[in-house]
Nanobody
Framework: VQLQASGGGLVQAGGSLRLSCVIS????????MGWFRQVPGKEREFVAA????????KYADSVKGRFSISRDNAKNSVYLQMNSLKSEDTAVYHC????????????????WGQGTLVTVSS
């Protein structure tokens, strides 16, 4: 199973970006999906997660009301729409697949992508 995240880049504070993650080599609809982010020197932190059929979502408090996670099982893809970006959102964003749920802890995820860098300038 391979995950490939894309869509990162440089954006001004207050702007928006949409991240995408495509999964291959597995049955996408069987996985809960999550987004995590990591700043150098800090631990990877949970951002958002979505259930296998997309009917339930979870968000970190720091992104509630600004970020939205969604998925398209026909395209084997999960998305993270990020609005009202802040400088503290700067990080490498990773998508991950969970065979058993759609948790908030890294240890629950079975497969990881390499990440895409988001830089928010103030």
């Amino acid at each position: 199973v391979q995950l490939q995240a894309s869509g990162g880049g440089l954006v001004q504070a207050g702007g928006s970006l949409r991240l995408s993650c495509v999964i291959s080599g597995g049955t996408f609809r069987n996985y809960g999906m999550g987004w995590f982010r990591q700043v150098p020197g800090k631990e990877r932190e949970f951002v958002a997660a979505i259930s296998w059929n997309g009917d339930r979502t979870k968000y970190a408090d720091s992104v509630k009301g600004r970020f939205s996670i969604s998925r398209d099982n026909a395209k084997n893809s999960v998305y993270l729409q990020m609005n009202s970006l802040k400088s503290e959102d700067t990080a490498v964003y990773h998508c991950a697949a969970d065979r058993a749920g759609w948790g908030m802890r890294q240890m629950e995820y079975d497969y990881w992508g390499q990440g895409t860098l988001v830089t928010v300038s103030s």
